[in-house]
Each structure stands twice: as C-alpha cells, then as structure tokens.
Nanobody
Framework: QVTLEESGGGSVQAGGSLSLSCVGSGPFYSTYCMAWFRQVPGKEREGVAG???????KYADSVKGRFTISKDNFRNTLHLQMTDLQSEDTAMYYC??????????????????????????WGQGTQVTVTE
C-alpha cells in the first residue's frame, strides 16, 4: 500500500515563492514514478512536473524556468519549489505516484504528464493561492 501526503501549500503574493513536499510511504519508493499535478474547479487536472525512476525530469511548458521538482529517495519525499508565482498558478496541487511491479518488470517507462489516469496513487492535495 502506497500513501502520499502533501504539505507546504498556502497563500502568497504574485512574484513570491512556495515549496511543496510530499512524503510517501510504501515499498521500493525509489522505483516510483512521481509527479505533481494541479487542478482548479471546473478544469481538468493537469501535470506540472514529473520525475522518473532514473531521475529524469519533465515540466509543463507553463512552469518551465519557475518550478523545480526533486525526489529524495532517502527520505521518501518529493519536492516542488515554485518561484515567480502568478495568479494562474492558483490551484489545488496533488502529488501522484505510479508504482506497478508488472510495469517495473516489463521495463515500461513512467507515464507522461498527460497520462494522469496511469498514476495509481494520489495525495489529498494542498491548496496554493496566488494573490495580486
């Protein structure tokens, strides 16, 4: 069983910074595909940043150069450092993991940021609000 718990959300003025963390529990954390997603009411949940088992990172175009994702396999923690926050970054942010022993054994790559349905574990979310 894999559980994820986010922390670090809050309210910040435009141009400010916030850091999110996601602590995971479960076996073989280093083999998890991890990502951050966000969602605003009435819109689909969108991928923000992801890191695969080998540490390769991808970002959504909207956050490139402003957000930094990192995965600490020793502390079972996923981080998202957000800088130069804008009002359009306001959303509920979710930590997600994909872990499947079958997928791992088959050597299949981690899901893309657009394949949110392939992430099989989710945190409860943490709200980020950016004010003008």
């Amino acid at each position: 069983q894999v559980t994820l718990e986010e922390s670090g959300g809050g309210s910040v003025q435009a141009g400010g910074s916030l850091s999110l963390s996601c602590v995971g529990s479960g076996p073989f954390y280093s083999t998890y595909c991890m990502a951050w997603f966000r969602q605003v009411p009435g819109k689909e949940r969108e991928g923000v940043a992801g890191v695969d088992r080998e540490g390769r990172i991808k970002y959504a175009d909207s956050v490139k150069g402003r957000f930094t994702i990192s995965k600490d396999n020793f502390r079972n923690t996923l981080h998202l450092q957000m800088t130069d926050l804008q009002s359009e970054d306001t959303a509920m942010y979710y930590c997600a993991a994909e872990y499947s022993s079958v997928r791992l054994l088959l050597g299949e790559p981690c899901p893309s940021l657009g394949a949110r349905s392939e992430y099989n574990y989710w945190g409860q979310g943490t709200q980020v609000t950016v004010t003008e």
